[in-house]
């Protein structure tokens, strides 16, 4: 049975195994963001725009989460007590080889057969060598006491997302998520099109949808000629 998008794992949504390195994840987040894209023609007839925006934001969400030593830790660990992380499969050079049904039956080996003797240690991937140190540790979205214009900027910067980022994952244009952080709330649309604005940029960035809008709106609805 094939798994929906939804219940898929992020190892599942991006295709890799739990023992690749980073630079795979890297290349697999990649491929898959493409996949997604939501100018892609093939996904008209599969996704309507907002459940391929949902994708896109799982797909954010997974690399955020695997390409970073930490978080991955916590993740495998979160899976390991739900009992939903797949084993890795072995390397190639342990696997037992499987003999031909022509051939004949041999026998175990043992300590005079050079099978028998332990195989060298093996180097570590490169990709591992070079796994980025993971960020320390930053106040949470949570921490965030009133979420104003320049404190969603912060929140992005921390994430180590751009304008660019935001406005691939959202759809929104750069320009009104640069009048958001700015608070330059002449520039910004009516109310009900820049609460839908709100809510994509908080779910981009993993923050409460709900406190980011009010508090927002807020501020927008103080700032407006009486």
């Known amino acids: 049975m094939v798994k929906k998008i939804d219940d898929m794992n992020f190892y599942e949504l991006l295709e890799i195994s739990p023992a690749a390195g980073t630079q795979d994840v890297h290349r697999a987040y990649d491929r898959v963001r493409r996949i997604y894209d939501p100018n892609s023609i093939a996904l008209y007839s599969l996704f309507t725009p907002e459940e391929t925006a949902r994708i896109r ?3 954010e969400d997974a690399y955020r989460t695997l390409v970073y030593e930490e978080s991955r830790k916590e993740y495998n660990r979160m899976l390991k ?3 939903e992380l797949p084993e890795p499969e072995p390397p190639a050079s342990k696997r037992r080889p499987v003999p031909a049904a022509s051939a004949p ?3 175990p080996p043992g300590p005079d ?17 070079m796994a980025p140190v993971a960020p320390a540790a930053e106040p949470a979205a ?7 214009g320049p404190a969603i900027k912060a929140l992005r910067e921390r994430a180590g997302l751009t ?16 009048y958001i952080e700015a608070e330059h709330f002449g520039k910004l649309p009516a109310r009900p099109y820049l609460r839908g604005f ?14 980011m809008i009010a508090d927002y709106l ?9």
């Open 57 to 59: 934001l799982r797909i």
């Open 198 to 211: 709100l809510l994509l940029y908080a779910q981009a960035l993993g923050c409460d949808s709900e406190r």
């Open 113 to 129: 057969r050079a099978e028998y003797r332990a195989a060298p240690p093996q180097t570590p991937p490169l990709d591992d060598l």
């Open 142 to 148: 949570s921490a965030t006491t009133e979420f104003n």
């Open 81 to 83: 007590e739900r009992n």
């Open 163 to 178: 304008i660019r980022n935001i406005a691939d994952m959202t759809k929104i244009g750069s320009r009104y998520l640069e």
């Open 105 to 107: 039956v041999q026998r």
């Open 218 to 226: 807020k501020r927008y609805e103080a700032a407006k000629p009486k």
